[in-house]
Protein backbone atom coordinates (compact mmCIF):
# COMPACT_ATOMS: atom_id res chain seq x y z
CA UNK A 1 0.00 0.00 0.00
CA UNK A 2 1.39 3.46 -0.95
CA UNK A 3 0.47 6.99 -0.16
CA UNK A 4 1.66 10.68 -1.29
CA UNK A 5 2.83 12.27 0.95
CA UNK A 6 3.02 16.18 0.10
CA UNK A 7 5.57 17.86 1.77
CA UNK A 8 9.58 19.60 1.45
CA UNK A 9 10.52 18.75 4.93
CA UNK A 10 12.45 15.97 5.22
CA UNK A 11 12.12 15.47 9.16
CA UNK A 12 8.92 15.67 8.64
CA UNK A 13 8.90 12.79 5.28
CA UNK A 14 11.22 10.51 7.65
CA UNK A 15 8.82 10.59 10.71
CA UNK A 16 5.66 9.60 8.57
CA UNK A 17 8.12 6.99 6.92
CA UNK A 18 9.15 5.59 10.25
CA UNK A 19 5.50 5.58 11.62
CA UNK A 20 3.83 4.46 8.33
CA UNK A 21 6.09 1.58 7.78
CA UNK A 22 4.99 -1.12 10.74
CA UNK A 23 1.88 -0.87 8.46
CA UNK A 24 3.30 -1.47 5.31
CA UNK A 25 2.20 1.62 3.92
CA UNK A 26 4.91 3.02 1.88
CA UNK A 27 5.24 6.67 1.97
CA UNK A 28 6.37 8.80 -1.57
CA UNK A 29 7.04 11.86 -0.88
CA UNK A 30 6.52 14.67 -3.15
CA UNK A 31 7.32 18.34 -2.54
CA UNK A 32 5.00 20.40 -4.39
CA UNK A 33 4.56 24.82 -4.46
CA UNK A 34 0.94 24.92 -2.69
CA UNK A 35 0.00 27.99 -1.33
CA UNK A 36 -0.11 28.34 2.39
CA UNK A 37 -3.28 29.98 3.19
CA UNK A 38 -3.66 32.25 6.21
CA UNK A 39 -6.09 30.92 8.21
CA UNK A 40 -7.57 31.26 12.10
CA UNK A 41 -6.78 27.12 12.92
CA UNK A 42 -4.04 24.89 11.61
CA UNK A 43 -7.17 22.36 9.99
CA UNK A 44 -8.27 25.03 7.55
CA UNK A 45 -4.37 25.36 6.95
CA UNK A 46 -3.61 21.40 6.24
CA UNK A 47 -7.38 21.71 4.84
CA UNK A 48 -6.19 23.80 2.06
CA UNK A 49 -3.09 22.95 1.00
CA UNK A 50 -4.57 18.99 0.32
CA UNK A 51 -7.04 20.79 -1.55
CA UNK A 52 -4.34 22.63 -3.65
CA UNK A 53 -2.22 19.68 -3.93
CA UNK A 54 -4.85 17.02 -5.25
CA UNK A 55 -6.02 19.67 -7.64
CA UNK A 56 -2.54 19.57 -9.05
CA UNK A 57 -2.02 15.58 -8.63
CA UNK A 58 -4.96 13.76 -8.89
CA UNK A 59 -4.16 11.28 -6.74
CA UNK A 60 -4.45 10.23 -3.23
CA UNK A 61 -2.39 12.23 -1.03
CA UNK A 62 -1.52 13.40 2.89
CA UNK A 63 -0.18 16.78 3.54
CA UNK A 64 0.39 17.61 7.23
CA UNK A 65 0.76 21.07 9.19
CA UNK A 66 1.59 22.20 12.57
CA UNK A 67 1.80 24.51 14.94
CA UNK A 68 2.75 26.08 18.21
CA UNK A 69 0.42 27.69 20.38
CA UNK A 70 1.43 29.33 23.51
CA UNK A 71 -1.39 29.74 26.30
CA UNK A 72 -0.27 33.30 27.56
CA UNK A 73 -1.20 34.13 23.93
CA UNK A 74 -4.23 32.99 23.30
CA UNK A 75 -2.88 30.14 21.31
CA UNK A 76 -0.68 32.27 18.87
CA UNK A 77 1.24 31.87 16.89
CA UNK A 78 -0.90 28.70 15.92
CA UNK A 79 -1.46 28.74 12.41
CA UNK A 80 0.84 31.40 11.76
CA UNK A 81 3.83 29.81 13.16
CA UNK A 82 5.69 29.97 10.18
CA UNK A 83 5.24 33.19 9.89
CA UNK A 84 6.19 33.52 13.58
CA UNK A 85 9.62 31.79 12.47
CA UNK A 86 10.02 34.34 9.45
CA UNK A 87 9.39 37.01 12.23
CA UNK A 88 11.00 36.44 15.07
CA UNK A 89 12.47 33.16 15.18
CA UNK A 90 13.17 31.11 18.11
CA UNK A 91 15.86 34.20 19.73
CA UNK A 92 13.01 36.85 18.96
CA UNK A 93 10.58 34.20 20.69
CA UNK A 94 12.69 33.52 23.75
CA UNK A 95 13.53 37.07 24.41
CA UNK A 96 9.23 37.51 24.39
CA UNK A 97 8.66 34.72 26.47
CA UNK A 98 10.99 35.67 28.80
CA UNK A 99 8.93 37.87 29.95
CA UNK A 100 5.84 35.85 30.80
CA UNK A 101 5.20 33.93 34.05
CA UNK A 102 3.02 31.36 31.95
CA UNK A 103 5.21 29.07 30.24
CA UNK A 104 2.72 26.47 29.00
CA UNK A 105 2.55 25.57 25.30
CA UNK A 106 0.67 23.34 22.96
CA UNK A 107 2.09 22.15 19.88
CA UNK A 108 -0.33 20.27 17.57
CA UNK A 109 -0.55 18.03 14.26
CA UNK A 110 -3.22 18.25 11.61
CA UNK A 111 -2.83 15.70 9.03
CA UNK A 112 -5.50 15.39 6.04
CA UNK A 113 -5.87 12.55 3.68
CA UNK A 114 -7.55 13.50 0.46
CA UNK A 115 -8.81 11.69 -2.62
CA UNK A 116 -11.23 12.19 -5.43
CA UNK A 117 -14.46 11.69 -3.01
CA UNK A 118 -13.11 11.55 0.79
CA UNK A 119 -11.69 14.08 2.38
CA UNK A 120 -10.45 13.07 6.55
CA UNK A 121 -8.40 15.29 9.22
CA UNK A 122 -6.48 13.81 11.78
CA UNK A 123 -5.64 15.74 14.79
CA UNK A 124 -2.79 15.12 17.63
CA UNK A 125 -1.08 17.79 20.10
CA UNK A 126 1.82 17.34 22.99
CA UNK A 127 1.63 19.84 25.60
CA UNK A 128 4.81 21.07 27.16
CA UNK A 129 6.48 24.04 29.14
CA UNK A 130 8.63 26.51 27.34
CA UNK A 131 12.42 26.42 27.88
CA UNK A 132 14.60 29.31 28.90
CA UNK A 133 17.78 28.18 26.71
CA UNK A 134 17.37 26.18 22.69
CA UNK A 135 18.77 22.76 23.92
CA UNK A 136 19.19 19.83 20.91
CA UNK A 137 18.86 20.34 17.75
CA UNK A 138 16.36 19.56 14.58
CA UNK A 139 13.03 19.24 14.20
CA UNK A 140 10.47 22.17 13.64
CA UNK A 141 12.01 26.17 14.69
CA UNK A 142 10.33 25.40 17.72
CA UNK A 143 11.32 22.09 18.90
CA UNK A 144 13.99 23.36 20.76
CA UNK A 145 12.49 25.24 22.92
CA UNK A 146 9.82 23.01 24.04
CA UNK A 147 10.13 21.29 27.25
CA UNK A 148 8.27 17.54 26.95
CA UNK A 149 7.23 17.45 30.83
CA UNK A 150 7.31 13.45 31.02
CA UNK A 151 11.31 13.84 30.46
CA UNK A 152 12.37 17.12 31.04
CA UNK A 153 14.35 17.40 27.95
CA UNK A 154 13.23 19.55 25.13
CA UNK A 155 12.10 17.61 21.77
CA UNK A 156 15.33 18.76 19.77
CA UNK A 157 17.09 16.57 22.93
CA UNK A 158 15.57 13.92 22.11
CA UNK A 159 17.89 11.30 20.09
CA UNK A 160 15.43 9.45 18.10
CA UNK A 161 12.51 10.17 15.87
CA UNK A 162 10.30 8.07 17.69
CA UNK A 163 10.74 9.51 20.75
CA UNK A 164 9.62 13.10 19.34
CA UNK A 165 6.68 11.26 17.88
CA UNK A 166 5.22 9.64 21.45
CA UNK A 167 5.15 13.39 21.86
CA UNK A 168 3.47 14.18 19.06
CA UNK A 169 0.61 12.10 19.60
CA UNK A 170 -1.28 9.18 17.52
CA UNK A 171 -1.56 10.57 14.56
CA UNK A 172 0.22 8.30 12.20
CA UNK A 173 -1.16 5.99 13.72
CA UNK A 174 -4.56 6.67 13.73
CA UNK A 175 -3.62 7.43 10.06
CA UNK A 176 -2.21 4.46 9.22
CA UNK A 177 -5.36 2.22 11.04
CA UNK A 178 -8.15 4.37 9.45
CA UNK A 179 -6.00 3.95 5.68
CA UNK A 180 -6.18 0.17 5.88
CA UNK A 181 -9.55 -0.06 6.68
CA UNK A 182 -10.64 2.85 3.73
CA UNK A 183 -8.22 0.84 1.28
CA UNK A 184 -9.84 -2.41 2.19
Not at 142 to 149: A, G, K, M, Q, S
Request: with cysteine; aromatic share 14%; hydrophobic share 40%.
Amino acid sequence: MKIIFVSGNPEKIAIAKEELKPFGIEVKSLKLNVEEIQAETIEEVALQKAEDAYKLLKKPLIVVDAGLLIEAFKGFPGPYTKYAEKWFGANGLMKIMSKTKNKKVRVKWCLVYKDKKTRKIFTSSGEGFFSENKKGVGGNWFECLIIDPSTYLTLGEYESEKKRTEFWGPIWVDFAKWFIKYKH
